[in-house]
């Protein structure tokens, strides 16, 4: 078990903070040296003193330098400890030693709280603010400086994928010209390369449905319900009529399950029913429209629906 601290060892422990924060000049902690001694030694009281100014968790006071050069300094849980303590004109000094070594955001937020305490340190600290307003306005320039460095990386990454893809297109036709010539060169009849007009677009085949077992709980309704969610999301994200290939794969799996129903084709001519679709303003139930993206319900039980993705129509 812990050794008690003395019955006065925080009255101890204030005196010497309160001493650190109005002394004329460095003090060290104790022994001989450079500077006065905060401590006469390390017996008796002093050593819980000692304990609780250098705990490891707050410490209330900081030491630097070494041997007889070293001092201490009081930490800002230190100050705050005994602020009510000091006098109003060794607040200032006191305040603006400790600001100096915080990080800025620390920093700002210590001078705003030691000016609300005590007004009239506001003069001594009217310097250290105005730096800390210095350094933030250049950071923030710093941060916009930085994005806008990145986004023309960006650019540049992106301009530099396309100019790839163009070579590897022209590295094509440059091989396939080539192979022509070999084969001219051998007295072959030039071959003629085949032109491939774009296909309409088709509705992908659906497979056989495939039944998944009717769930038992709330549970099973709540996860079937996530699963199918996350498939129709992954559906909605690839959704392009120029180029159906993804979805059409996400499609073929939509259809396997036997519970899914779409809504609507692209291109079909339906009446607004805001149970299954939306649209723009100026829509209302049996309003002539035309779909231009499906959308999809999640069949449960022998009458129930569940909405995953309404039907997106235009007005007709």
Do not use: C
């Not at 500077?35 to 030694?41: D, E, K, W």
């Not at 009217?126 to 650019?155: F, G, M, S, T, Y």
């Not at 084969?183 to 296909?199: F, S």
């Amino acid at each position: 078990m812990a050794k008690k601290a003395a019955a006065n060892t925080e009255e101890l422990v204030k005196q010497a903070l309160i001493a650190l924060a109005t002394a004329d000049g460095p003090m060290r902690l104790i022994g001989k040296g450079d500077h006065p001694a905060l401590l006469a030694g390390t017996a008796a009281a002093n050593k819980d003193v000692i304990a609780r100014l250098q705990h490891e968790g707050a410490p209330l006071i900081a030491e630097s330098g070494a041997a007889k050069k070293a001092t201490v300094s009081l930490t800002a849980a230190g100050f705050a400890l005994v602020a009510g303590a000091i006098p109003e004109e060794k607040v200032g000094p006191a305040a603006r030693a400790i600001a100096e070594s915080l990080p800025l955001a620390e920093r700002v937020a210590f001078l705003q709280e030691i000016v609300r305490r005590t007004p009239p340190a506001a003069a001594e600290l009217l310097p250290v603010i105005e730096a800390a307003a210095v350094e933030e306005k250049a950071a923030a320039e710093a941060r916009v400086k930085a994005a806008a460095a990145q986004r023309e990386r960006d650019a540049a990454t992106l301009e530099a994928i396309k100019r790839w893809e163009a070579v590897i297109v022209s590295r094509k036709a440059a091989r396939i010209a080539a192979l022509q010539q070999e084969l001219a060169a051998e007295g072959a009849e030039p071959v003629a390369l085949p032109v491939v007009a774009k296909a309409e677009e088709k509705p992908a085949p659906r497979p056989a449905a495939v039944a998944v077992p009717q769930p038992e709980s709330a549970d099973d309704t709540t996860f079937q319900r996530q699963v199918a969610r996350r498939l129709v999301s992954a559906w909605l994200e690839t959704w392009d009529p120029d180029q159906p290939g993804p979805r059409q794969f996400l499609e073929a799996a939509i259809w396997n399950v036997a519970e899914f129903k779409q809504v609507g084709d692209a291109g079909e001519d339906v009446k607004f029913d805001g149970r299954y679709h939306e649209g723009p303003a100026g829509l209302f139930t049996n309003s002539p429209a035309k779909v231009t993206r499906p959308g999809w319900v999640l069949k449960e039980g022998d009458d129930g629906e569940y909405i995953l993705a309404k039907a997106r129509v235009v007005p007709k």
